[in-house]
């Protein structure tokens, strides 16, 4: 069965590094997720993507943030100059086969980030 | 702004109980409504969803009923096994903020032999 990976399982950074979580979206999915969820807190939404560009973002997702699909198979979540609060676990997700626009998202199972 | 409140964990069950985890809503508009669970080491994963009022949706033994009238949609299953040992999340996706998912904080569901 299809699933989504993402890459690495656990990120260790230096406050003020830049990192780079990477996903692999299920094949024919169309649009593309970013969450995140802070220790003992609830999931949250950061950012939504299709057609090569972003659809909705949240209020999280400020300038230290961006989205690419390099290359037609990965999706990616830069983040520039990490803080400490930026500290969590990040779900990337994917849905809506053959352009329609389906309730289920479809999860990755996580990379969590460790910002010292 | 839309919101979902569920039960403060842990649950901790015996094997063959009766689970109820209760999930209620805040929404704009007619929410579709889900349950995720994530199992040690893995993704979320879509237990079951339900798109209308009076709608239930079921998946593996677990069921769930849109309550329009009470904002709720309360997971339940008659039995549960060791295997269910999980976290179990409520989601919403509310047509008036596009297709994002709204999470609650998850429930830890641990279940003894």
């Known amino acids: 069965e299809p699933e989504v990976t993402q890459t690495p399982s656990h990120q260790v950074t230096q406050m003020g590094q830049e990192v780079i979580l990477r996903c692999v979206p299920i094949s024919n999915h169309l649009y593309f997720y970013w969450y995140r969820q802070i220790l003992g807190q609830k999931v949250e939404f950061l950012v939504s993507?299709?057609?090569?560009?972003?659809?909705?973002k949240s209020e999280i997702f400020d300038d230290q943030f961006s989205v690419e699909r390099p290359d037609g198979s990965n999706f990616t979540l830069k983040i520039r100059s990490t803080k400490l609060e930026d500290s969590a676990m990040y779900f990337c997700a994917s849905g809506g086969a053959s352009g329609s626009r389906t309730d289920t998202q479809y999860f990755g199972p996580g990379t969590r980030l460790t910002v010292l | 702004g839309n919101s979902v409140t569920q039960m403060e964990g842990p649950v901790t069950l015996s094997e063959e109980a009766f689970l109820t985890i209760n999930c209620t809503y805040t929404a704009t508009g007619y929410p579709s409504l889900f349950w995720y669970v994530q199992y040690p080491g893995e993704g979320l994963q879509l237990l079951l969803k339900?798109?209308?009022?009076?709608d239930k949706g079921s998946n593996k033994g677990f069921e769930a009923t849109y309550r329009k009238e009470t904002t709720s949609f309360h997971l339940e299953k008659g039995s549960v096994q060791v295997s269910d040992s999980a976290v179990y999340f409520c989601a919403l996706k509310a047509g008036s903020s596009g297709d994002k998912l709204t999470f609650g904080t998850g429930t830890r569901l641990a279940v003894r032999p």
């Open positions: 339900a798109t209308k009022a009076d």
């Open positions: 993507f299709y057609n090569n560009e972003i659809s909705e």
